[in-house]
C-alpha cells in the first residue's frame, strides 16, 4: 500500500504545483534586442495572483550561475522594474529572468531573454 502512497502523493504534489503556479513572461526588452539606455524598464506579465513576490535578475552570464548584476525581490503584484543608474554598462550583453516565488519556498522562472 506504501509504495502506491508515495508515488500518487508525489503526482498530486506535482499537479497542484503546475496548477497553481504559473511563468513569468517576459515583454521589454524583448529577446535579443539591442537598447540605448542604462536605465531601462522591464516588463513583464501573466503571474497569477497566487504567488507571494517577484524577482528580478540581469546578469551578464546566461545561467545566472555568478553574482548577478541586479538581483531583486519585488511585493507580489509587480509587473515593471526600473534599473537604477550605475548598474549597467554601455556595449555588453545582459540577460534579464524574473521569477514568481510560491509557497512552500520555490521560484516558478521566465524565460531568460
Request: hydrophobic share 35%.
Amino acid at each position: 500500500m506504501s509504495k502506491i502512497i508515495i508515488p500518487l502523493f508525489i503526482l498530486i504534489c506535482t499537479f497542484a504545483v503546475n496548477i497553481f503556479s504559473q511563468q513569468p513572461v517576459l515583454y521589454y526588452p524583448e529577446h535579443g534586442s539591442i537598447i540605448n539606455t542604462l536605465t531601462p524598464t522591464l516588463l513583464w506579465g501573466g503571474i497569477g495572483g497566487n504567488h507571494t513576490r517577484v524577482r528580478v535578475q540581469v546578469d551578464t552570464t546566461y545561467n545566472f550561475f555568478f553574482s548577478t548584476v541586479i538581483d531583486v525581490e519585488l511585493p507580489q503584484f509587480t509587473t515593471s522594474y526600473s534599473v537604477p543608474g550605475g548598474r549597467l554598462q554601455y556595449n555588453k550583453i545582459y540577460y534579464w529572468r524574473v521569477g514568481a516565488y510560491y509557497y512552500p519556498g520555490y521560484y516558478s522562472y521566465s524565460t531568460v531573454f
